[in-house]
């Protein structure tokens, strides 16, 4: 089966500026999660998506940070306007469903670079 | 934040060595999960264990959990270089995944 797909791979960006990031599930895949990871660190999650609802996004920073999953399958985490501590790897990961012990299935990520 | 702790922070060894990783958390869970991210690339799951578990095999890898002492380990047996990796434990309970610090583990020829 086809993996999590993520773009861009890389960005760089100057801070106060806006940036995307795009995330393609598994297939068949309810549960997506987005995932900050800072050098040196391991990944925290950001938001968590079942099916097009949100189940956590306790750690999201809401004042600058926002994602939707449109029809429950693709999704999108948007930063505006980035500082400086974004930097960071973004990491996507599906999985079949999060009540059921399963494994994650994690994308490549996006290294986000503000300069 | 982050509930795992991992010990050592960092490994090195030489090939054909075993090598040890352990983990410790710190609130209840459902099962505990092992994921190895090479530099610059995504994180591979490697194994889950199950809060009712001791211990798990899969291939060279071995896991046990000692869930009243909030801790699992990780052995790596017969290690190559191309294990060189860093090796994340998680911890699953409230349908939410949460990574520990990780081990960077070097596999010298």
């Known amino acids: 089966e086809a993996g999590v797909a993520q773009s861009p791979r890389y960005k760089i960006i100057e801070k106060r500026q806006s940036v995307a990031f795009w995330c393609n599930p598994i297939?068949?895949?309810?549960?997506l999660y987005w995932y900050q990871q800072i050098l040196g660190q391991g990944p925290k999650l950001l938001i968590q998506?079942?099916?097009?609802?949100?189940?956590?996004d306790s750690q999201l920073p809401k004042d600058r940070f926002s994602a939707e999953r449109l029809k429950g399958v693709d999704s999108t985490l948007k930063i505006q306007p980035a500082k400086l501590e974004d930097s960071a790897v973004y990491l996507c990961?599906?999985?079949?469903?999060?009540?059921?012990?399963?494994?994650?299935?994690f994308g490549s990520g996006t290294r986000l670079t503000v300069v | 934040s982050q509930q795992g702790e991992e010990d050592p922070q960092a490994l090195s060894i030489q090939e054909g060595e075993n090598a040890t990783m352990n983990c410790s958390y710190k609130?209840?869970?459902?099962?505990l999960q092992w994921y190895r991210q090479n530099s610059g690339r995504g994180l591979v799951h490697l194994i889950l264990?199950?809060?009712?578990?001791r211990e798990k095999h899969s291939g060279r890898l071995r896991v046990t959990l000692d869930t009243s002492k909030k801790s699992s380990s990780l052995l790596i047996t017969a290690s190559r270089a191309a294990d060189t990796a860093s090796y994340f434990c998680?911890?699953?309970?409230?349908?939410?995944?949460?990574f520990g610090t990780g081990t960077r583990l070097l596999v010298s020829p």
């Open positions: 990961a599906s999985s079949l469903d999060s009540q059921m012990p399963y494994g994650y299935t």
């Open positions: 998506f079942q099916n097009n609802g949100v189940v956590d």
């Open positions: 998680a911890t699953e309970g409230f349908q939410k995944l949460v």
């Open positions: 264990i199950r809060s009712n578990e």
């Open positions: 297939s068949g895949h309810a549960t």
């Open positions: 609130t209840s869970i459902n099962n």
